[in-house]
């Protein structure tokens, strides 16, 4: 392995998250992996969304390549911080095995992931 790889074969550098706004929602594009090494890039974006006006937060993770407990805690902090507001949060996402890693740490009904941004803003 060379420097700078990580064992999933990715680079340190996460491609950066796209964010853009649809209705009264604001959709949050992670992208690449999303883990230990990754998760900073994340974090200043996420917390300025989750405080921000939008209604609905919408959490797009079908972009993602890996995803781990690091991204949990990033989900888990962002709800909070959405919710403490009086705001929602959503998550997008269809990956199998993030959603294994939702379902195995019992967050899987607590998130109620949409397979697509359209499912996710139709939400109640």
């Known amino acids: 392995m060379r420097q700078g790889e990580q064992r999933h074969g990715g680079t340190d550098a996460a491609p950066p998250p796209v964010v853009y706004e649809t209705g ?5 594009e992670l992208r690449g992996d999303v883990d230990i090494v990754t998760l900073q890039s994340s974090v200043a974006l996420l917390e300025t969304v989750a405080s921000g006006p939008a209604a609905t937060v919408v959490i797009d993770l079908t972009r993602t390549t890996f995803f781990d407990c690091s991204g949990l805690t990033l989900l888990l902090r962002t709800r909070r911080r959405v919710e403490a ?4 949060l959503r998550l997008v996402c269809d990956q199998p095995l993030t959603l294994r890693l939702l379902e195995v740490t019992g967050l899987l009904p607590l998130f109620a992931p949409a397979p697509t941004v359209e499912a996710a803003t139709r939400q109640n």
């Not at 507001?85 to 929602?88: A, F, I, K, L, P």
């Open 24 to 28: 009264d929602c604001v959709v949050v």
């Open 85 to 88: 507001r009086g705001g929602r």
